[in-house]
């Protein structure tokens, strides 16, 4: 029991004596045997006032309100395209120069044809034998037969420039001084009728729309249609037949 309250005593001791250390003032004893007592005192800077200046000194800028930073549309950045998007013009390129090669062609195939008619009609004109004004019908076949390769044009009256139907042997024709109307229809009327064609005769179709010259043997010899020339064929259909010399 005894043991126990010394105990006791001393850890009482030892709470007191640490409060003293820690929050009451020491006492001193004055040299004249009088107690004075002394405070001992320590001043800190408080840490967080050094924080607060740095997070200022980081975060604080001075900006001039007149500044111009610029923005995107003024950044010059250089265009890139993708490989996918370059195999792509490569091949509209190639695509256009195709194009543009294949359009040549064409048009020199077209001046070398042209250049082949004009060269034609020059060759038949150039080599047209007159035949006698009063010849027969053979004749007429004969000189007729010069012009073959002739174009069609129509309205056309001219070896020169071409020959529509009824142009073709209004112009046979009248190199033996006959003379015939300008239209298939109205070359119907001339002439006399007959059922057994001879060469020489005109014929003509039963509707008046187109008109050639009989050659001989089941042939005749026209103008055809746009895109065609003079030339000789068998007789495709009924003609009517007129004969004029």
């Given at each position: 029991?005894?043991?126990?309250?010394?105990?006791v005593?001393?850890?009482?001791?030892?709470?007191i004596?640490?409060?003293?250390?820690?929050?009451?003032?020491?006492?001193?004893?004055?040299?004249?045997?009088?107690?004075a007592?002394?405070?001992?005192?320590?001043?800190?800077?408080?840490?967080?006032?050094?924080?607060?200046?740095?997070?200022?000194?980081?975060?604080?800028?001075?900006?001039?309100?007149?500044?111009?930073?610029?923005?995107?549309?003024?950044?010059?950045?250089?265009?890139?395209?993708?490989?996918?998007?370059?195999?792509?013009?490569?091949?509209?390129?190639?695509?256009?120069?195709?194009a543009?090669?294949?359009?040549?062609?064409?048009?020199?195939?077209?001046?070398?044809?042209?250049?082949?008619?004009?060269?034609?009609?020059?060759s038949?004109?150039?080599?047209?034998?007159?035949?006698?004004?009063s010849g027969?019908?053979?004749d007429?076949?004969?000189?007729?037969?010069?012009f073959?390769?002739?174009?069609?044009?129509?309205?056309?009256?001219?070896?020169?420039?071409?020959?529509?139907?009824?142009?073709?042997?209004q112009?046979?024709?009248?190199?033996?001084?006959?003379?015939?109307?300008?239209?298939?229809?109205?070359?119907?009327?001339?002439?006399?009728?007959v059922?057994?064609?001879?060469?020489?005769?005109?014929?003509?179709?039963s509707?008046?729309?187109?008109?050639?010259?009989?050659?001989?043997?089941?042939?005749?010899?026209?103008?055809?249609r746009?895109?065609?020339?003079?030339?000789v064929?068998?007789?495709?259909?009924?003609?009517?037949?007129?004969?004029?010399?």
């Amino acid at each position: 029991m005894k043991k126990t309250r010394k105990y006791v005593s001393m850890m009482a001791a030892a709470t007191i004596c640490g409060m003293l250390s820690i929050g009451i003032p020491a006492v001193a004893q004055a040299s004249d045997g009088s107690e004075a007592v002394v405070t001992s005192s320590r001043s800190f800077t408080p840490g967080s006032k050094v924080r607060a200046d740095l997070l200022t000194e980081s975060t604080a800028t001075t900006v001039e309100k007149d500044s111009s930073w610029g923005g995107i549309e003024s950044l010059n950045v250089p265009a890139t395209k993708s490989q996918a998007e370059k195999d792509a013009e490569a091949r509209e390129q190639q695509a256009q120069e195709q194009a543009q090669a294949a359009a040549s062609r064409r048009q020199s195939a077209q001046q070398v044809s042209r250049s082949a008619a004009r060269a034609a009609r020059a060759s038949t004109t150039s080599t047209v034998v007159d035949a006698p004004v009063s010849g027969t019908g053979a004749d007429v076949v004969n000189y007729a037969l010069q012009f073959q390769g002739i174009p069609y044009v129509y309205g056309g009256t001219d070896p020169a420039t071409g020959f529509d139907c009824s142009g073709f042997t209004q112009y046979v024709f009248a190199h033996f001084g006959i003379s015939l109307p300008r239209t298939a229809d109205a070359q119907r009327s001339v002439g006399v009728p007959v059922t057994d064609p001879a060469p020489g005769d005109l014929l003509v179709t039963s509707d008046g729309s187109h008109v050639g010259i009989y050659v001989g043997g089941g042939r005749m010899i026209h103008a055809p249609r746009p895109g065609r020339t003079v030339t000789v064929q068998k007789l495709y259909r009924d003609f009517e037949y007129r004969r004029l010399v």
